[in-house]
């Protein structure tokens, strides 16, 4: 039963460099979502998706692209890398965005640094 | 969604009870309160929910005042692995979920 799992676990890029961090569950989760967090910030969200083919925007969306094809899969898209995106990303599901419903599942976490 | 306010941190002693209060005073009828915690730097862990009644599982119980403008989670004998961030977060019902964290108590469990 593996949960949410994020990868990679660990990236380096360049200023500039665009990447994708991927972010798969199976739980068949309605829900999905990413999350960064920076030292005393708490968690931020970037973008959610309350379902395959709907996506929406949170409280730091700018740098950052989503998709949601499938159920299961969500990835977060760098189009151009910067240093302010330094960060740990943290994907999470739920079986559905209502509260009372069930809990956020979270990953492990994808530490970027943007040199 | 209604904001929280949590103490940045709080100490308890291994064994003892830790009981870590949240101010929720904007809250309205529809939305519940969630806890979660994060060990180290690992991804954040849920612990309890809920929205009137004071609640309980076999992590911890969730006691709810009766304006609901603020909660308490209480661990009832903490270890030291019970540090970690907690976060007392609530969420609006009306929206498929646009869940907020902010900064938590930082919970230290000592011997």
């Known amino acids: 039963n593996a949960g949410v799992t994020q990868t990679p676990k660990f990236q380096v890029l360049k200023t500039g460099q665009s990447m994708t961090l991927q972010c798969a569950q199976d739980m068949n989760h309605e829900y999905m979502s990413w999350y960064r967090q920076d030292p005393g910030m708490g968690l931020r969200l970037i973008h959610y998706s309350v379902g395959a083919g709907i996506t929406d925007q949170g409280e730091v969306p700018n740098g950052y692209n989503v998709s949601r094809s499938t159920t299961e899969d969500f990835p977060l898209r760098l189009l151009s890398a910067a240093p302010s995106q330094t960060s740990v990303y943290f994907c999470?599901?739920?079986?559905?965005?209502?509260?009372?419903?069930?809990?956020?599942?979270f990953g492990e976490g994808s530490r970027l640094t943007v040199l | 969604d209604a904001k929280t306010t949590q103490p940045p941190s709080m100490d308890c002693a291994e064994g003892r009870a830790a009981n870590l209060p949240c101010n929720h005073s904007?809250?309205?009828?529809?939305?519940?309160v969630y806890w979660y915690r994060q060990i180290h730097s690992q991804g954040p862990q849920y612990i309890i929910h809920?929205?009137?009644n004071n609640e309980t599982n076999e992590m911890a119980s969730l006691i709810i005042t009766e304006d609901r403008k603020s909660s308490t989670l209480i661990l009832p004998h903490a270890t030291l692995r019970d540090t970690a961030v907690y976060y007392c977060?609530?969420?609006?019902?009306?929206?498929?979920?646009?869940?907020?964290f902010g900064t938590g108590t930082r919970l230290q469990v000592t011997l």
């Open positions: 809920g929205l009137k």
């Open positions: 904007t809250i309205s009828g529809n939305e519940y």
């Open positions: 999470a599901s739920s079986y559905s965005g209502l509260p009372g419903t069930g809990e956020l599942f």
């Open positions: 977060i609530v969420r609006n019902t009306g929206t498929a979920s646009k869940l907020t």
